[in-house]
Every structure is written in C-alpha cells, then in structure tokens.
C-alpha cells in the first residue's frame, strides 16, 4: 500500500472514533435530560438526515476538490455540531449537523481509495478501512460509555482552567470537550493527506446563475448516477445489498443498546462494552474477507445477509451475557465478511461508470435512506409502545426477506442477461489480477 493510503486510514480512524463516542454521549444527554425513548432512537436518522438531504451535491463537490481538503472541511463541521451540543442546542439538531460533515467526508474517504491505488487492490483496501472502521466503532463507542461513566467522568469534571468559569459540569458536557480534541486530531492527519493528482471534475457551476439555481441544475446529473448504477446488472446488487447492510448496522448501534437495558439491566456504559462486541466481530469478518474474497466472486456471500437477519431474531431469546458475546460476534462477523467485496465491487463499478465521488455519493443516498428508514420505524415502534423485544422481531424478519429477494434477483440476472453479466465479470477478474 502506497504511504498516503495509511494516512487516510488514520484519519478516517480518530473522525470515526470521536463519530462513535458522541452518539453514546448524545443518548447519556438526552437520558440525563429525561427525554422519552424515541427520541434516543431518533439519533440514528437524524444522523442519516443530510446523507439523504445533500447526496446530489456532495459528490459532485469531492469530485472538484482534491478529497484531502474535502476531509479536512467536513472535520471542522463536526467540531461545530459538537460545541452545538455543549453550548445547549437539542442534541437530535447538533448531531444532525455532525452528520452533516459525515455526510460530507464520505464520498471524499472512499472515493480517494480508487484514486490512489490501482483496482487490484481495492478488495483488501476496504477490508482494511472497514477493518479500521469498525475497531474506531469499537473503541468509540467503549470511550463514549466510559466518558459518561462515573468514574472516568468524575476524573473529567475535576479538571479546572484557572479564572475560568467554563461552564462544563455534567459528565456529557465533559466528553464532548474530549472529543472535540480528538476531531482536531483527525483534521490534522487530513491535512497530511497527498494530493493523488487524479484529474478533478469541475461542478460547472454557472456564473450567471444564483447558488440556488447552480445546485438545482446538479440534480438531473445525480439522478443519472443513480439511474446508471441501478441498472448496471453488477452495480445494482451490490448496492442493494449494501444498502440493506449499512441500514441494519446503522440501527444495530442503538438496538444492542436497548436491548441490553431491556434483557440484561445493562446501564449506558455497560451496555456500549456490547456494541463494541458486535463490531470485533465486524472487524475480523472484514480482515478475512480481505483476504479471502476476489473481486469477481463477491457476489457469493449475499447468504450471509440471511443469516444476520436470524440472528438478530435470535437475540430475542438470549438473557445471559456469555450467551450474547458469541452471538454478537458472529453477527457482526457475518456483516464484516459480506460487506467488504460488495463494497468493493460496488466502487469498482461507480468508477468506471461515472467517477468516484459521484458513486460514493449515490451509494451514500441509498444506504442512508435504508437507515432513515428503518431508524424511522423503530423510532416509529417505540413511540407507539413496542417492546423492544418487538421491534428487534420485526427487524430480523425484514433483514432475511430483503437479503433473500435480493439474491433472486440476482438469480435472474444470472438468467436473463448472461452475457451482459459475463463481460462484467470478466472486467472486474481482468482489473483484479492486473489493475
């Protein structure tokens, strides 16, 4: 791997770790404040928000900028929706504007993998950004409970700048000032971030028009992506699939934490050591896809997604935690294999159809929607009084059938565009052995 490839990972690791820290910190706030139940569950789509909201326009931009600076801004939106929270905005609107800046970060991080390293290697650089993902997931969201623990917050809280009255006295207070450390940590690894010299795509933004009306006129160009990548006979089954999983992960952070509180009377903190399991399991699926998986097979694992659907039923029948662990190992283990090569094959056709910021982009819009939308039915459920036992239920049931359907699809493709399926995959095993 080229030296900027380590770089971005850093970077990419400290955004991601203080990402996952804040969520926990945000659901502690909003309990402290004695906020119903929905609205903790409401932080995952409201995170999702302008993923979906700003998906036309934030590839084209990663497109034509060079991604370092892209990162580097995105950063400095987080650090703003973090002191939103600590300077008393409703945690749901600060954290919709941290995922603003994620929002934007996105297609700038993935896209400028395919930038800076040839397509033979694109399998096992995913499996080593998502591998690094989900240990700063781990780590992030292990950090966040210990913040606003007693013990490590009790440390925070002790701490006084002389003649200063800072205002900080609440544990939740205390980690966001942290984590708004660890941002600038991230902002400055972007900043060390190489130019790849990969030929930039203007936004042909028309001088004689208003911001407004330039930002309406990216819209027919978006819509195009996503019409190209869903109808590409490999694209749309990588997306989908991704899609379906990047929606269910995007929930699972708060489903474990309910369902730890409702099974085992587990606290926040006690509660967010289980998220960081699933996601360890998460990281060695990863790994060893990475190296395992070739690019022109990675549609072979979509069963996987059946099997995460069964297990997270499965969850409803566990009330003892040496009982939970391995399961939430192999969920994530199942999720982190089946991820990595369709990400990859995902990225390898968003390239070569339309470039790699557009493609994150559109991939980005699908993803986010799927955990809006789902976010937005167990948010949904709670408020009207389900269980969370329920609402995993039906969780579980819709993952299976939407990964199932999924793979007749491809069946058919398989059956009906045999050819137009052969040549693609002879592309990808062509890119992969000689990219």
Same mark, same amino acid.
């Given at each position: #791997?080229k030296?900027?490839?380590y770089?971005?990972m ?5 955004s991601s %770790?203080?990402?996952?820290? %804040?969520?926990v ?5 909003l !309990? ?7 609205q903790r569950?409401a932080?995952?789509?409201?995170? /999702?928000l302008?993923?979906?909201v700003l ?8 497109d034509?900028q060079p ?5 580097l #801004?995105s950063?400095?939106? !987080?650090v703003?929706?973090?002191?939103m929270?600590l300077f008393g905005v409703?945690p ?7 995922g ?11 896209g400028?993998?395919t930038?800076?390293?040839p397509?033979s290697?694109l ?14 997931i781990i ?7 210990q913040l606003?623990?007693?013990?490590l917050?009790?440390s925070?809280?002790s701490?006084d700048?002389p003649?200063?009255?800072?205002g ?5 207070e205390?980690?966001i000032?942290?984590l ?7 902002a ?6 190489p130019?790849?010299g ?10 004689? !028009?208003?911001?407004?009306r330039n930002?309406l ?5 978006f ?5 190209r990548?869903?109808?590409d !006979?490999?694209g749309?089954?990588?997306? /989908? ?7 269910v ?7 474990v ?13 006690q509660?967010s050591?289980?998220?960081g ?7 060695l699926?990863?790994?060893?896809a990475s190296?395992?998986?070739r690019?022109?097979?990675a549609?072979?694992v ?5 099997g995460m ?10 009330d003892? %935690?040496?009982l ?7 969920l ?6 089946m991820?990595v090569p ?6 390898h ?5 339309m ?5 994150i ?5 699908n ?7 789902l976010g ?5 459920s709670?408020?009207?009084g389900?269980?969370?036992?329920g609402?995993i ?14 793979q007749?699809?491809h069946?058919s493709?398989q059956?009906h565009?045999?050819d ?16």
């Amino acid at each position: #791997m080229k030296r900027g490839f380590y770089t971005i990972m850093s970077a990419q690791f400290f955004s991601s %770790l203080a990402d996952n820290a %804040l969520f926990v910190t945000a659901v502690e706030l909003l !309990k402290a404040d004695g906020a119903a139940e929905w609205q903790r569950a409401a932080l995952v789509p409201m995170f /999702a928000l302008f993923y979906v909201v700003l998906a036309p326009f934030v590839g084209a931009f990663a497109d034509s900028q060079p991604k370092g600076q892209v990162m580097l #801004m995105s950063n400095t939106i !987080k650090v703003i929706g973090c002191l939103m929270m600590l300077f008393g905005v409703h945690p749901l609107a600060a954290y919709a504007v941290v995922g603003l800046g994620a929002a934007a970060y996105s297609p700038a991080k993935y896209g400028i993998l395919t930038e800076l390293l040839p397509s033979s290697q694109l399998v096992k650089a995913n499996g080593w950004i998502e591998g690094l993902t989900i240990a700063s997931i781990i780590l992030g969201v292990l950090l966040g409970g210990q913040l606003v623990g007693h013990a490590l917050s009790a440390s925070l809280l002790s701490l006084d700048v002389p003649f200063i009255d800072t205002g900080v006295d609440t544990p939740a207070e205390a980690a966001i000032c942290l984590l708004v450390l660890i941002y600038a940590l991230a902002a400055w690894f972007n900043t060390r971030i190489p130019y790849t010299g990969a030929a930039l795509i203007p936004m042909r933004l028309d001088p004689d !028009k208003s911001m407004a009306r330039n930002l309406l006129a990216l819209l027919p160009d978006f819509w195009h992506c996503t019409q190209r990548l869903w109808h590409d !006979k490999l694209g749309q089954i990588s997306l /989908a699939t991704t899609t379906l999983f990047w929606g269910v992960s995007g929930n699972l952070r708060y489903i474990v934490l309910a369902w730890s509180a409702a099974a085992l009377g587990y606290s926040t903190t006690q509660a967010s050591s289980l998220v960081g399991v699933v996601a360890i399991g998460t990281a060695l699926g990863a790994v060893v896809a990475s190296m395992k998986m070739r690019l022109d097979h990675a549609t072979r694992v979509m069963p996987l997604g059946i099997g995460m659907g069964i297990l997270v039923l499965a969850m409803n029948f566990i009330d003892n %935690l040496w009982l939970a662990v391995p399961l939430l190992i192999v969920l994530g283990a199942l999720g982190g294999f089946m991820v990595v090569p369709m990400n990859a094959l995902l990225q390898h056709r968003g390239h070569n159809l339309m470039g790699a910021g557009r493609s994150i982009a559109v991939q980005n819009l699908n993803e986010q929607l799927c955990i809006l939308g789902l976010g937005g039915l167990y948010t949904f459920s709670t408020g009207m009084g389900m269980s969370a036992f329920g609402a995993i239920t039906a969780f579980g049931v819709l993952v299976s059938f939407m990964m199932w359907m999924i793979q007749r699809w491809h069946a058919s493709n398989q059956v009906h565009h045999r050819d137009e399926l052969a040549r693609l995959m002879h592309i990808a095993r062509n890119d992969d052995l000689h990219g």
